[in-house]
């Protein structure tokens, strides 16, 4: 696509709209924080025309939607129906959460979502908002240098503690925010509709935990428990591993490879 005008990023403070505003420097015509625009209200009269919307801004409070479900629906579904009512061609970020985690295999873009929790539902309702004509990228896990991430998160415990407990019965693609930026500029030049993006390969979070602290050399130990022992307020699948049927889809690197990047960007 040809990105004479630009691009307009939403949610530019987290910590996909950074890898974005990373990816297209020099063609980003706006980047907009919660405080420039807050998507649960209609744009705002001075946002200029773009080639492209990168719709970034979400609730991604998983457990805080269970108890606030009108407040993440009016982010996730209102704000996406005012990215698209921008009117530029749309691309919108969803989950691996819209499905229920009971395929035995990794989920495609042709499965039927079932989603178990609050946050779910309202990333599935929010794909129906964006519309026929946007590109809907699922992706999972994700992480990056920015915000709070597991990442961010088991490095901070790791320096504390010597052992942390890590659920070993969900099973998902970490995926690096820069590896999923770059992939949405090869998406620009093919078929709108879903698309699911995510790293090569899988794991689960404490084999993810188990390969930060190896890679970072924190010596911390992994203690594997189940879900339940954990009693989070949202179900999660426990299958989140998502791969595309489609034969053009742009492939992300392993889920490793994103890691040793992003903790070299933290300075490990
Ligand atoms: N994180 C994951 O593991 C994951 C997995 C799959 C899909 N996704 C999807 O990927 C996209 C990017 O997620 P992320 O990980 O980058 O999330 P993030 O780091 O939490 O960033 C989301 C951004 O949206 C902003 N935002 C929240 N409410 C807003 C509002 N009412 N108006 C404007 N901005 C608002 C937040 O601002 P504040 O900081 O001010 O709240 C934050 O900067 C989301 O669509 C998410 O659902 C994420």
Redesign the pocket.
């Known amino acids: 696509m040809e990105l004479s005008r630009g691009v307009l990023v939403?949610?530019?403070?987290?910590?996909?709209?950074e890898a974005l505003r990373e990816e297209f420097a020099g063609s980003v015509v706006a980047a907009?924080?919660?405080a420039d625009?807050?998507?649960?209200l209609p744009p705002p009269a001075n946002v200029p025309a773009a080639d492209v919307v990168l719709?970034?801004?979400?609730?991604?409070d998983v457990d805080g939607a269970e108890a606030h479900p009108q407040e993440a629906a009016?982010?996730?579904v209102g704000?996406t129906q005012h990215a698209a009512d921008l009117g530029a061609p749309l691309v919108?970020?969803?989950?691996?959460?819209v499905f229920d985690g009971r395929k035995g295999r990794p989920y495609v873009e042709s499965d039927a979502p079932n989603p178990l929790s609050v946050y779910g539902r309202t990333?599935l309702q929010a794909e129906a908002a964006a519309g026929q004509d946007a590109w809907i990228v699922?992706?999972?896990?994700?992480?990056?240098w920015t915000?709070?991430?597991f990442v961010r998160t088991m490095l901070r415990l790791g320096a504390e503690r010597d052992e942390v407990a890590v659920v070993d019965d969900q099973r998902g693609c970490p995926t690096y925010?820069g590896h999923l930026a770059s992939a949405v500029r090869g998406l620009l030049d093919r078929p709108r509709g879903v698309w699911h993006l995510a790293a090569d390969d899988s794991c689960t979070w404490a084999e993810f935990a188990e390969a930060i602290f190896d890679e970072s050399g924190l010596s911390c130990r992994v203690r594997p428990i189940k879900t339940e022992e954990l009693g989070r307020p949202a179900p999660r699948p426990l299958n989140s591993v998502l791969r595309s049927e489609r034969p053009e889809a742009p492939r992300l690197p392993h889920w490793r490879e994103g890691l040793r990047d992003c903790l070299g960007r933290l300075g490990y």
């Open positions: 939403t949610g530019a403070a987290g910590q996909l709209g907009l924080t919660r625009w807050d998507v649960t719709h970034a801004a979400a609730w991604t009016a982010v996730n704000g919108v970020f969803s989950t691996d959460y990333k699922r992706t999972s896990w994700l992480f990056g915000s709070t991430n925010v």
